[in-house]
T-cell receptor, first 115, second 114 residues
Framework: GQQLNQSPQSMFIQEGEDVSMNCTSSSIFNTWLWYKQDPGEGPVLLIALYKAGELTSNGRLTAQFGITRKDSFLNISASIPSDVGIYFC???????????????FGTGTLLAVQP | EAQVTQNPRYLITVTGKKLTVTCSQN?????MSWYRQDPGLGLRQIYYSMNVEVTDKGDVPEGYKVSRKEKRNFPLILESPSPNQTSLYFC?????????????FGPGTRLTVL
């Protein structure tokens, strides 16, 4: 099945640093989603993007929907220890999840934050 | 509290011994899915269900079965588990016609097949 290329695979940073990660695809998507997975938990949605070029923030998190519709970026500013986890991007062809409109996940970025 | 529950959370079994992982949601959602998560591969969809008695294959259905006899439950069945099915499994649900940003994930089931 199709997958999204997400980078970096892992990051080990100091508290207070900014973080950037991105996701690229060979296919065009009309929706990009960013999830965070805490250890021992299921993924939780952070940000949803619906329009090419869109820039959306959620607290210290900012995500962008690439102009080409084949990529997306997530930035975390002033990282704190509770930012630790795995971050996943996911792409969807249409805005609404029809029966055959699957969500394609990225390979994940593991973030570790040193206090 | 609105939630998706999975049982068991952890399971160690042996090759060939049939097992079932249960998934239940209390939000009256029509759509339910099963994913597996493997290092470096992200989440891949195994099966999904659009409503009671309506199921279809995802990207990696081989070796798995599902059933949807009731709206709230969507069990994942491994008739003859093999070591390559060792993975972390997630169930998810959402309302029909909603976007994926309204999808809820369960807490996960870590399965080890020896």
């Amino acid at each position: 099945g199709q997958q999204l290329n997400q980078s970096p695979q892992s990051m080990f940073i100091q508290e207070g640093e900014d973080v950037s990660m991105n996701c690229t695809s060979s296919s065009i998507f009309n929706t990009w989603l960013w999830y965070k997975q805490d250890p021992g938990e299921g993924p939780v949605l952070l940000i949803a993007l619906y329009k090419a070029g869109e820039l959306t923030s959620n607290g210290r998190l900012t995500a962008q929907f690439g102009i080409t519709r084949k990529d997306s970026f997530l930035n975390i500013s002033a990282s704190i220890p509770s930012d630790v986890g795995i971050y996943f991007c996911a792409g969807q062809l249409n805005h609404y999840g029809g029966a055959t409109n699957k969500l394609i996940f990225g390979t994940g970025t593991l973030l570790a934050v040193q206090p | 509290e609105a939630q998706v529950t999975q049982n068991p959370r952890y399971l160690i079994t042996v090759t060939g011994k049939k097992l079932t992982v249960t998934c239940s949601q209390n939000m009256n959602h029509e759509y339910m899915s099963w994913y597996r998560q493997d290092p470096g591969l992200g989440l891949r969809q195994i099966y999904y269900s659009m409503n009671v008695e309506v199921t279809d294959k995802g990207d990696v259905p081989e070796g798995y079965k599902v059933s949807r006899k009731e709206k709230r439950n969507f069990p994942l069945i491994l008739e003859s588990p093999s070591p390559n099915q060792t993975s972390l499994y997630f169930c998810a649900s959402r309302i029909a016609g909603s976007s994926y940003n309204e999808q809820f994930f369960g807490p996960g089931t870590r399965l080890t097949v020896l």
